[in-house]
């Protein structure tokens, strides 16, 4: 007659036992694609592409419940706001005809100010909107993947804003998926001018939150605050593209505080652009004598 202690015993030995092997092959899954993906090599890059381009849809699906609720949450706060200013906004209606008055007017200064300092905006129809899937960015390289790829024809090169500025450029295209170079990646450089005085230079990635600036004009023409927008030179970035604010570091170097949040990079602008001329130019930088 089987002992049923030595039989519970046998059991517990056995579920031990899947328990370690299962934790095991777990870890060694999770140190594999960790290597994976820190090694900086051509090859690897492309098994990395075909790795992610299988499993964006599974990616795109995990997504969902987030996003849902984030919008649930968003839902919420606006009703629980809305409840809060019931009462003041029955108290404004009777100001509603002066208030479409005043938005009436801003609009026409704010579309007179953007004509003033050159700025343009992105039109919807001129691009795709992209989920940033993954920060793939290393000590070498600063680069987001994002969920468009040949399939919606995205082609290298094109600019990517996050809608308030500039975010970088498509560098590699796969077939659901795309890598964006960003401006603070030591391979950009962007051909900018500097409003109000139209200071021209060259907008420099250094792996920091604050790209450098190298000026092809006198820098006492540029002030802290300037907004720093794309000349259009080099056939990459269209013109009058806004990048951010010119800035000047504690030893004196100057650089740009970029208008698009890089810390909170949700969706993505990818701007169709092909420009009629490529222009190739190699402008000589200031020294600091000139300077």
């Known amino acids: 007659m089987t002992n049923p202690y030595s039989r519970s015993r046998r059991d517990e030995v056995y579920r031990k036992a899947f328990r370690r092997v299962v934790t095991g092959l777990v870890a060694i899954v999770l140190i594999g694609v960790f290597l994976l993906w820190r090694i900086d090599n051509d090859r690897v890059d492309l098994l990395r592409f075909r790795l992610v381009d299988s499993l964006v849809p599974f990616i795109e699906f995990g997504l969902k419940p987030g996003e849902y609720l984030r919008q649930g949450i968003g839902i919420i706060r606006h009703v629980a706001q809305a409840r809060r200013n019931a009462e003041e906004l029955a108290l404004a209606r009777r100001d509603l005809e002066q208030l479409r008055e005043v938005i009436r007017v801003l609009r026409h200064e704010n579309s007179s100010l953007k004509k003033l300092v050159d700025l343009v905006d992105v039109p919807d129809e001129t691009s795709i909107s992209a989920p940033v899937l993954a920060d793939t960015s290393s000590p070498f390289r600063n680069s987001l993947l994002i969920g468009i790829g040949s399939e919606n024809r995205v082609e290298p090169g094109w600019p990517v804003t996050d809608g308030d500025g500039v975010v970088g450029r498509i560098a590699d295209v796969s077939r659901t998926v795309a890598r964006v170079i960003l401006l603070t990646d030591s391979s950009s450089r962007i051909p900018i001018k500097i409003l109000p005085s139209g200071t021209r230079g060259l907008v420099v990635g250094d792996h920091t939150s604050q790209p450098l600036v190298q000026l092809l004009e006198r820098v006492g023409r540029a002030n802290p605050g300037d907004r720093v927008v794309t000349t259009g030179e080099g056939g990459v970035f269209p013109p009058n593209y806004l990048v951010g604010t010119l ?32 222009e190739s130019t190699e402008p000589r930088l200031l020294t600091r004598e000139d300077r």
């Open 247 to 278: 800035a000047f570091s504690p030893s004196g170097r100057v650089r740009v505080l970029p208008s698009a949040d890089f810390r909170d990079l949700i969706h993505l602008k990818v701007v169709r652009y092909r420009p009629r001329v490529f």
